[in-house]
């Protein structure tokens, strides 16, 4: 992709050259656009895709994914943005061609860290996932095809011929004999099905996967994740190129810094939250993560490494100063039977360091939900990672019975857990101990529970930090709040464009 201003000019396609270009609504971007486009146009695109992602995001932690409500708003949000998402569409080359560039513009940004890297390709899968469901039965074999995915689906002789046992093997397939007769059956090699196999949800035969179209997205987005992290690890070798662009670099920067959340890391409430108030805090305002590292903490008086870098940053994130943060873990160690001495040799340092007045003096910001769920799992011993993740079914209910939630609330908590919506599961239990029908926001950071539990608590008082991004209104405990869909849409569409103010006035400049 070349960005000139002098050598810009626009591809003029007709008809069949257009259907060649984009023959699909949805693709894996296997190949980078070959035609100039202008700076303008970089940046306004740019700034599409990232409304895009962010609305993918922010609904991913509000709804359950694939559920009606989550499929018709984001339907709505693709729409608005003027993003392809159905086939047989007219006119589908411009917003095709905007979806195609868009996507390589911020491979450009979003290739220059680890945590940028892992949020692009979540949004970028749940993106897929949703085109991916609406994409017509006739037109996934020819997608599979354009996609280098040699899938083929089995004829309807072989698949009778194997009918019990892929309907004994696959959950998937538990309804009526019309939905089976209606069913495509893929035969795929054994190891592109490692995770249906682990989870034991697919029939097994020679080598051979035989996966229903009803589980066949998830071994397409295996792919495009293999794909995507391939072509991003590639694009950082290629990135100084693009750098030395004095007009591409700054705006290349500044995507890179901004709208993947906030990360807490600004420091505007250091000192106002007391050592004192610390347990009081942990029952009231903390996320079940942060409860049960302070619980640990509290009985064992140590936390491992793992446990120490995620709560220790989240303690920073809600106020502690490095002061306070060093007589707080002094304080617990020593209970423990630690000579003070020795914490001062081997602890001191790390949390001196994790407020960047060490080493490369980094200041690192608290873990958000999605680095919490996805990485470093905690082993025999640990106490961090996410409960809703990590936790075995039956510990889980236990925890939630010693927090009060009632039996219907655990209910419908582990019901979102066992379809893997996480964060949503962790919205619901902040709904049910703040007594609220909906908490107005879309749950993404430890810190955000905190400070969103705190404004409730507090009376609506805005006591969080004033580089927090803006969200939606709050009830207060005990209202009753009907939003209908349209309403919940505008919110949404509002939120976003906040985030967005910023970026825009920035280009603008």
């Given amino acids: 992709m070349q960005f000139s201003r002098a050598n810009w000019k626009r591809l003029r396609l007709t008809g069949d050259q257009r259907n060649v270009c984009y023959p699909h609504s949805l693709q894996f971007y296997l190949e980078p656009p070959s035609e100039s486009i202008s700076l303008i146009e970089f940046e306004s695109l740019a700034i599409d895709r990232v409304k895009l992602l962010k609305a993918v995001e922010n609904l991913g932690v509000s709804y359950v994914k694939g559920a009606e409500p989550y499929q018709s708003k984001l339907e709505s949000e693709i729409r608005r943005l003027k993003f392809s998402f159905r086939e047989n569409l007219e006119n589908e080359y411009e917003p095709r061609r905007k979806d195609h560039i868009s996507h390589f513009i911020l491979r450009l940004a979003y290739c220059q860290s680890e945590d940028l890297r892992r949020w692009f390709i979540q949004q970028e899968m749940d993106l897929l996932r949703f085109r991916f469901s609406i994409l017509p039965k006739d037109k996934i074999q020819n997608?599979?095809?354009?996609?280098?995915?040699?899938?083929?689906?089995?004829?309807?002789?072989?698949?009778?011929?194997?009918?019990?046992?892929?309907?004994?093997?696959?959950?998937?397939?538990s309804g009526s004999k019309t939905d089976w007769e209606s069913e495509s059956v893929y035969k795929i090699p054994f190891a592109d099905a490692l995770d249906l196999f682990r989870g034991r949800k697919v029939y097994l035969e020679s080598g051979f996967a035989y996966v229903p179209l009803k589980d066949i997205v998830a071994i397409v987005l295996n792919e495009f994740r293999a794909k995507l992290s391939k072509a991003l690890a590639l694009t950082v070798k290629s990135l100084p190129s693009a750098q030395s662009s004095c007009r591409l670099q700054p705006v290349l920067g500044h995507f890179s810094h901004s709208y993947t959340g906030q990360d807490y890391s600004t420091q505007k409430n250091a000192g106002k939250i007391s050592l004192d108030q610390i347990d009081s805090l942990s029952t009231r305002s903390f996320p079940p993560c942060m409860r049960q590292l302070h619980k640990a903490l509290r009985e064992n008086h140590h936390l491992r490494h793992g446990g120490r870098m995620q709560y220790g940053l989240f303690l920073k994130g809600i106020g502690l100063t490095l002061e306070q943060a060093l007589q707080f873990w002094k304080q617990e160690f020593i209970r423990g039977k630690m000579d003070p001495d020795k914490f001062d040799k081997g602890y001191s340092y790390n949390i001196r360091h994790s407020?960047?007045?060490?080493?490369?003096?980094?200041?690192?910001?608290?873990?958000?939900?999605?680095?919490?769920?996805?990485?470093?799992?905690?082993?025999?011993?640990?106490?961090?990672?996410?409960?809703?993740?990590?936790?075995?079914?039956?510990?889980?209910?236990?925890?939630?019975?010693?927090y009060k939630i009632s039996p219907g609330g655990i209910h419908q908590i582990l019901d979102l857990v066992k379809g893997t919506h996480y964060q949503v599961a962790c919205q619901k239990y902040f709904e049910m101990i703040h007594n609220v029908d909906d908490c107005g926001f879309?749950?993404?950071?430890?810190?955000?529970?905190?400070?969103?539990?705190?404004?409730?608590?507090?009376?609506?008082?805005?006591?969080?930090?004033?580089?927090?991004?803006?969200?939606?209104?709050?009830?207060?405990?005990?209202?009753?709040?009907?939003?209908d869909a349209s309403s919940a849409l505008a919110c949404l569409n509002s939120s976003l464009e906040m985030d967005m103010e910023g970026l825009e006035d920035y280009f603008s400049e």
Avoid at 450 to 478: A, C, H, M, V, W
Wanted: charged residues 30%.
């Fill in 143 to 173: 997608f599979l095809k354009d996609s280098h995915l040699h899938f083929e689906a089995i004829s309807d002789d072989e698949k009778k011929l194997r009918e019990p046992e892929i309907l004994a093997s696959s959950p998937s397939l």
């Fill in 355 to 402: 407020f960047g007045k060490e080493g490369k003096r980094t200041d690192y910001t608290p873990f958000s939900c999605m680095k919490i769920i996805l990485t470093n799992p905690p082993s025999q011993g640990d106490y961090h990672g996410c409960p809703f993740r990590h936790s075995d079914q039956e510990l889980l209910k236990q925890k939630l019975q010693s």
């Fill in 442 to 483: 879309s749950l993404s950071h430890p810190n955000q529970f905190f400070f969103e539990s705190q404004r409730i608590l507090s009376g609506n008082k805005d006591i969080r930090k004033e580089s927090i991004q803006p969200e939606t209104p709050q009830p207060k405990p005990g209202v009753q709040k009907a939003k």
